[in-house]
């Protein structure tokens, strides 16, 4: 594992490196921050449930986080058709009004030329019906090009609606290229289904079992209120005006790009860590099925797949993402304000969680032996507004295979002490440390720390 972290690295800094005759000096916070962004495609129905047009806009406010590299409108079993771009071009036209603002509290905020760019339509038509000869789409194409981008990083495809403009990009690539680049596309992908929304999942997952695949179903419970809505972030500015109320149910598609929030507290690939969007099991399952619905529109539409194997949510369910609610609550109202504030000191910024001298934003892991103490030291951590910090570590049960109870002195300090269970020898123990700060509102930041214990002599 540490040589394909040290690999990883390695390979984003000769790409720094390739780039530099042509990009400005990096710092080596720039060049941190950028070896953690994560590769962000979303496909959604937009048309279909509006509470698409609310993820987008929160997923447009933290688009700084992220290197997004396709904004594609897709069908799914509420939206069966697809002929334009309109509303993700609305929603983009007022990203664009927003972005002036956006730009003072952060220069990583992508310009709206370049989501443009990057923003298209894929499969038109429902499902697996419509993949296959003569069905490529430009968001299908899309795909295939992201994949075959000279980056060490995965790609992380997000359904927010049906997953047919990724099968046909699978599908294309299974026709025109050999095992071996077939092999090497499918490595590159990350697909994050919410909920199941046509056939095409199902076959993905039968067909190309090596493929990463999560379908996430708890994507309820987490949310906020309409009223904080209506106070916090429908009333800022040209992206609050494009925030729709909701129809049905608020944000659920929202959970896949907060899977791989880059804040510090998950490894989105060890889906068993949790973070923002969930906790998910490391085994797949089968028959995790799609929405209803797309068992109404034809009744063997994914049992003809049987079995099939994709990562489902642990039995924490939402509350695996409602345990963060301040810290994802108060992220989005601070960006929305930011997207209002043309006055750097006029807003709140998210502090900088230091472990134990490491400034990045990696997962860490240490070994110890049963009884022995171990020191977690957030000294350095740091606020750009110069707030001041708080600190509170916790032990996080739910991904760590050790269930007896762990004690962590100073727990608020920035020199936490845990003594390690004298019964927890092979065990794996989850620290998580939260970070926030006393601006409005208050901003987090998070680390975490495995512990593996060793096993008794
Ligand atoms: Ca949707
Ligand atoms: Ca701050």
């Known amino acids: ?19 530099k005759d042509t990009a400005a000096v990096q710092t080596e916070d720039s060049i941190n921050s950028t070896s953690i ?7 959604t129905d937009l048309g279909a449930d509006p509470d698409d047009e609310q993820s987008l806009v929160r997923e447009l406010v933290s688009a700084n986080e992220f290197d997004i590299e396709g904004l594609i409108v897709a069908t799914g079993c509420w939206k069966k058709t697809q002929s334009n771009t309109t509303i993700l071009d609305k929603i983009l036209n007022a990203y664009s009004l927003a972005y002036p603002n956006l730009k003072v509290h952060s220069n990583a905020y992508p310009s709206p030329e370049y989501l443009r760019s990057i923003s298209s339509i894929g499969q038109r038509g429902y499902g697996m019906a419509d993949v296959g000869t003569g069905k490529d789409s430009p968001g299908s194409n899309l795909i ?13 495809i997000m359904g927010w609606g049906g997953m047919n403009t990724v099968a046909q990009a699978i599908w294309k690539v299974k026709e025109t290229r050999n095992a071996t680049q077939l092999k090497d596309f499918l490595s590159k992908l990350r697909l994050y289904d919410v909920l199941g929304q046509d056939d095409a999942g199902a076959w993905i997952a039968k067909n190309y079992p090596e493929v990463f695949y999560i379908r996430a179903t708890s994507v309820y419970g987490w949310q906020p209120t309409d009223e904080y809505l209506a106070a916090s972030i429908q009333n800022k500015g040209p992206l609050g005006a494009v925030y729709p109320n909701r129809k049905y149910a608020t944000e659920g598609d929202t959970p896949s790009f907060m899977h791989v929030f880059p804040n510090g507290l998950n490894n989105p690939e060890q889906v068993e860590q949790g973070g923002w969007g969930g906790r998910f099991n490391t085994t797949k399952t089968a028959g995790i099925r799609s929405m209803s619905e797309v068992k109404k529109i034809q009744e063997d539409a994914e049992t003809q797949y049987d079995p099939y194997m994709m ?8 509350e695996a993402i409602k345990r963060w609610a301040i810290g994802y609550n108060n992220d989005f109202t601070a960006r929305m ?69 762990v004690s962590i002195q100073n727990s608020t300090s920035t ?31 998070y680390r975490r720390m495995i512990v593996k214990v060793q096993a008794a002599k």
């Not at 990562?311 to 939402?318: L, R, V």
């Not at 020199?415 to 020898?425: G, N, Q, R, V, Y």
Request: aromatic share 10%.
């Open 415 to 445: 020199l936490a002490k845990i003594e390690i269970p004298k019964d927890a020898a092979g065990q794996t123990l989850h620290f998580v440390l939260e970070v926030y700060d006393n601006g409005t509102p208050s901003l987090y930041a």
């Open 1 to 19: 594992m540490k040589a394909l972290f040290t690999l990883f690295f390695l390979s984003v800094f000769l790409v720094i490196s390739a780039c």
């Open 311 to 318: 990562h489902g949510n642990t039995a924490e369910g939402a």
């Open 144 to 156: 295939i090009a992201a994949a075959d981008k000279n980056d060490a990083r995965p790609i992380w």
């Open 337 to 405: 304000l930011w997207s209002v504030t043309s006055d750097y000191t006029k807003a709140n910024h998210h502090p900088i969680a230091v472990l134990n001298g490491d400034a990045t934003k990696q997962v860490l892991e240490m070994t110890a032996s049963p009884g022995a103490v171990i020191e977690l030291n957030t000294s350095g951590s740091k606020d750009p507004d110069n707030n001041k910090l708080n600190y509170s570590w916790v032990y996080y049960k739910e991904p760590s295979s050790y269930s007896g109870v």
């Open 37 to 43: 962004k994560p590769r962000i495609i979303t496909t």
